[in-house]
């Protein structure tokens, strides 16, 4: 088959020994695969990625010497299943799965291990239990999303945000854009974007972002259309003083109970939350110094290199700093469901499409946040160049 390959930071389209299916795994045909912030970061940065997930217990990342097939978010048709199988569906099923195989007792991520090639390619495996058919009919593009927009789903869910909270999302990247998708999907009533690049601005309004601001012109925390009680650890004092007096008006009120059932039902006067789709030094200390007091930020961008912040400002602001990665599968089974349903359209998000020979093309193109959002791979287009 061929397959788009990575050596070294240098793509070359070769070709591949068909892939054959272990067992409890399945042989797929991709028919397309979307390309990866991740995927720009490990084909530069494969080492310090491999070095940090050594650090957390997991030793098949890729390293930049090896060969790696590089893409784990693709939609494919069934062809052939490994041994141990139960052969749910038949040949030719559209089915999306999970990037994650086992050799063995040994998992290894799809497309970021050299062990495990992903969907820049003609086929690739998954794990049976891991892969799930297409319904409703939903096109092989939008199936693709089924990944990045999980991500922004259990991002969603470790954000914990009321459908009257006000939600803040910097950076309005594919990540962004998902988040934003998955905050009006969930009812989210108030969400503001923020990005410096005019395109993506467009395309978060498109997402349903209610608020987008340009961050050189105006501070997001200032645009949102209501107005938080909480602005300042002044305000945090004062409510402190203004509930106790309501509370000591009641006679034999035992107040303190009425402390402990709001802790009880976390139900606290709360700020709004943060979503953190950048990745690059010093955005969280920025988020921590000018967002609200009492505010919850949820960090998703995958920053590469060492940063810092002061903890000092976050104790007194009583900020709450939540990291997230991946999804489960429950999540990546109702984001697909959620996409078929049309609850939500990942339609803004494609801006291009390639063959194999136009990975290296696309790559570059992603660098300019003013062109393209989400480029896919068709591995049987001849175009190399994203159209």
């Known amino acids: ?30 028919v397309r695969c979307g390309i990866c912030g991740s995927d720009l970061h490990a084909r530069t940065h494969a080492d310090d990625m491999a070095d940090l997930s050594v650090a957390t217990g997991y030793d098949h990342f890729m390293r930049s010497e090896q060969s790696v097939v590089l893409g784990h978010e693709f939609s494919g048709t069934v062809v052939d299943y490994g041994p141990g199988c139960r052969k749910r569906w038949k040949a030719g099923t559209p089915v999306v799965a999970l990037p994650i195989v086992r ?27 891991m892969a799930m058919p297409v319904p409703n009919g939903l096109s092989a593009e939008h199936a693709a999303l089924t990944e990045p927009m999980a991500v922004g789903w259990h991002a969603v869910h470790r954000g914990r945000v009321g459908k009257g909270q006000t939600a803040f999302v910097i950076g309005c990247g594919p990540i ?45 925390w200032t645009a949102a259309p209501r107005k938080g009680r909480i602005n300042s650890v002044t305000d945090i004092l004062d409510l402190g003083f203004d509930t106790m007096d309501r509370l000591r008006r009641v006679p034999n009120l035992p107040w303190w109970y009425v402390f402990r059932l709001a802790h009880t039902l976390n139900a606290s006067p709360a700020g709004p939350v943060v979503f953190e789709c950048v990745g690059v030094p010093g955005i969280i200390e920025q988020i921590i ?23 000092a400002m976050a104790i ?3 900020i709450e700093l939540r990291f997230v990665f991946g999804y489960d599968p429950g999540e990546f089974r109702d984001t697909l469901h959620m996409l078929a ?31 393209h959002a989400k480029i896919l791979v068709d591995p049987r287009s001849p175009a190399v160049t994203p159209v």
């Open 289 to 311: 110094s000018a967002a609200p007091p009492l505010s919850r930020v949820v960090v998703v961008g995958v920053c590469m290199q060492a940063d810092r912040f002061q903890p």
């Open 103 to 129: 050799h063995g007792k040994q998992p290894h991520l799809v497309g970021l291990s050299s062990a495990a090639p992903g969907g820049y390619a003609e086929q690739v495996v998954v794990q049976e239990s």
């Open 176 to 220: 962004g854009l998902a988040v934003i998708s998955m905050l009006k999907a969930a009812g989210v009533r108030t969400v503001v974007a923020s990005d410096f690049s005019s395109r993506r601005r467009e395309l978060a309004t498109a997402c349903g972002a209610d608020v987008v601001v340009d961050p050189a012109t105006e501070a997001p």
């Open 341 to 371: 349903d049309g609850k939500i359209d990942p339609t803004p998000l494609i801006t291009g499409t390639v063959g194999l020979a136009g990975v290296d093309n696309a790559f570059a193109a992603l660098g300019n946040p003013e062109q």
């Open 1 to 30: 088959m061929r397959a788009t390959v990575v050596t070294d930071t240098k793509f070359e389209v070769i070709e591949l020994p068909r892939p054959i299916p272990g067992p409890g795994q399945v042989l797929l045909d991709v």
């Open 316 to 318: 007194n602001k009583e």
